[in-house]
């Protein structure tokens, strides 16, 4: 059984547990509704805005002057009207003029409320925009261990869904709330011109509101800390079983998988009911205080009214107006109440957002960077690697490879081969010693020049969502057909081309699901190809495709390696036959490094590989 234990992942074992995990980043900044050193972040943002925010500031004021005038214009009207010692044609005559500044104060109001919203709707749309493009462009600068520290879906919903909830604060957020403040400063100014006593009594209820807010904030935000953690686990528990569908059904686990979600949906739904109890209560409270005000300044009025310290005219009119201004009084409060949950969540999406965008890349380039126009001779000195503090992945490697020549990487599974092209395409950065290019330290060489005269072909081939030619184009722009159809040729793939409806331009499923595992292996080593890589990587780029598909990569393999500087990693004879020398690497160490010959006549890994695979 699983409960709410008050601590930052909040739930217990069982059930709920198993999702927690999920919740762990929604506990920061929830408790604060306005970190203005949060919403100075915003600035930068605005400034590309700025004349556009000043007049939105500008329209702002003039709504909240326009609209906190008409309760005063109207305690003067009632108590001019209801004057009995001027004559109808003077009533009617004042009338008529209240009844103008009333309408003029209400047309004022309406337009600069509706540029004021235009505005802040085109300036909030426009910094989401910004920030979405900020964060999209700081993700493909940020470093690999980034991404292996933090999961692809909590980045995708910093994205998406924490930008979005940052729209309310834009457009309901600190604009509103500096209006908010304007407009009880009106009130404030307002009441004491009509009359200071009352405006005392009204003022003597800010503490109280104060006390009223502080309490009720400490529990509050704790009860909605608890909602953004429930359904975070909803969102975990979907995702969960959205992303295993197949082992889910295969297991026939699908009634239990629900009855699971209907547990950790039924504590979603009893926290939302806990927070709701919450905003319930204070709202009540609010108006009571509200109440007890009217009550006790119409009661100092007929007091006053009584003793004749006030006539009736003027008491009619401070009446009236002080009603409405009490009223206007409390409407922050009541506002800050009612957007609680939506302030709250804005405020942790952009927590969350800046959080990223400070989050400093590992790999930088160089302040005057080499530019690599071939690569030739790579040499690994002294080369050690930890992913983790004190868990050496790799340790002293030291190797040189050729022009032209091919080395492949043999070894069990974890002993650092895919560490070592990923150190040379710096995709992470060597913890001591260095690697070289061309006698250059691949880290004083630019970035993009290192990665353009690379070529890799993944174990695992990603496709993106688009045609066959944008795939295999996605690393060289504005190539045509023609040396698209090329490259497919040369490793043999123009067949399986020219078999599809549209050829190149034929749309591929998902993952390329719609093609088989030979076929997207091949887009994959053509999308390699067809920048024309000085260096070619292969990572087991035979090894989860059958022998028919086998021997058309092994083709298509053979025309790519031909004249390149490569590295292979792979465990089928086939494919490490290719190379002019085998290293053995095992537990982060070079073992062994020799030509397939010289490794069958000793006792290795590689040449116990060769047995077990020819006895089979």
Not at 50 to 78: D, E, N
Not at 287 to 302: C, G, K, P, Q, Y
Request: glycine letters at 6%.
């Amino acid at each position: 059984m699983a409960y709410w234990s008050g601590g930052p992942s909040g739930w217990s074992n069982d059930r709920g547990s198993r999702n927690a995990r999920h919740a762990d980043d929604w506990v920061d900044y929830y408790a604060e509704i306005y970190n203005w050193k949060l919403i100075s972040r915003f600035f930068p943002f605005i400034k590309k805005h700025k004349k556009r925010m000043y007049f939105t500031i500008i329209s702002m004021l003039i709504a909240t002057i326009a609209a906190y005038l008409q309760p005063f214009i109207m305690g003067i009207g009632v108590e001019r009207i209801s004057d009995s010692t001027k004559s109808i044609t003077e009533k009617s005559s004042e009338l008529n003029i209240i009844i103008i500044l009333l309408i003029l104060t209400t047309l004022i109001t309406i337009i600069a409320q509706s540029f004021q919203r235009y505005n802040i709707g085109f300036i909030g749309q426009n910094i989401l925009l910004d920030l979405r493009v900020n964060l999209f462009k700081h993700f493909n600068r940020l470093s690999m261990s980034f991404f292996d520290k933090n999961e692809t879906g909590k980045l995708v919903s910093r994205a998406t869904s924490d930008v979005v909830v940052l729209q309310e604060l834009m457009t309901s957020g600190f604009l509103n709330g500096f209006g908010d403040l304007f407009g009880l400063l009106m009130t404030i100014i307002l009441i004491f011109i009509l009359d200071p006593i009352l405006a005392c009594v009204i003022i003597a209820t800010i503490p109280i509101l104060i006390i009223i807010m502080i309490f009720w904030q400490q529990y509050a935000a704790k009860a909605f800390i608890r909602v953004r953690q429930a359904i975070a686990i909803v969102n975990g528990s979907i995702n969960d079983n959205l992303s295993g569908v197949k082992v889910v059904q295969s297991l026939n686990r699908q009634n239990k998988n629900l009855d699971d979600f209907m547990f950790v949906n039924n504590r979603n739904k009893n926290e939302n009911l806990s927070a709701v109890k919450f905003q319930a209560a204070v709202i009540p409270i609010i108006e009571f205080l509200s109440a007890v005000t009217t009550i006790l300044v119409l009661l100092i009025i007929a007091i006053r009214t009584n003793n004749q310290s006030l006539n009736i005219s003027e008491a009619l009119g401070l009446a009236t107006a002080f009603t409405l201004y009490i009223q206007r009084f409390f409407n922050p409060i009541r506002d800050i109440v009612m957007q609680y949950t939506q302030l709250q969540r804005a405020m942790a999406g952009a927590h969350r957002v800046f959080e990223i965008l400070d989050t400093e890349p590992i790999i930088i380039e160089d302040k005057n960077p080499i530019e690599l126009k071939e690569a030739s001779r790579i040499s690994f000195d002294n080369v050690s690697f930890a992913y983790e503090e004190e868990q050496e992945v790799l340790t002293k490697i030291n190797l040189n490879i050729d022009k032209g020549e091919t080395l492949a990487l043999v070894g069990p599974t974890g002993s650092g081969k895919t560490t070592i092209i990923s150190l040379l395409s710096r995709l992470y950065e060597v913890t001591s010693g260095k690697i070289l290019i061309n006698n250059h330290e691949i880290k004083k060489v630019a970035l993009q020049s290192l990665r353009n005269q690379i070529g890799l072909v993944f174990q695992e081939p990603f496709l993106f969502s688009g045609t066959i030619y944008e795939n295999i184009s996605f690393g060289k722009k504005n190539a045509t057909d023609d040396e698209v159809m090329n490259v497919l040729k040369s490793i043999g793939g123009d067949n399986f081309i020219n078999n599809l409806p549209n050829g190149i331009h034929t749309q591929i499923a998902e993952r390329g699901q719609n093609l088989s595992s030979g076929e997207r292996q091949l887009i994959s080593i053509a999308r390699a190809l067809l920048k024309n890589p000085s260096v070619l990587i292969l990572d087991e780029a035979t090894a989860n495709i059958d022998q028919v598909s086998e021997l058309m990569i092994q083709k298509a393999i053979k025309v790519a390696l031909k004249g390149r500087t490569s590295i292979v990693i792979a465990h089928r004879i086939s494919t490490i036959e290719l190379a002019d020398r085998i290293v053995i690497i095992h537990s982060g160490k070079i073992e062994k490094i020799g030509t397939h010959e010289e490794l069958l006549k000793e006792q290795n890994i590689y040449s116990e590989l060769y047995k077990i695979l020819h006895s089979q």
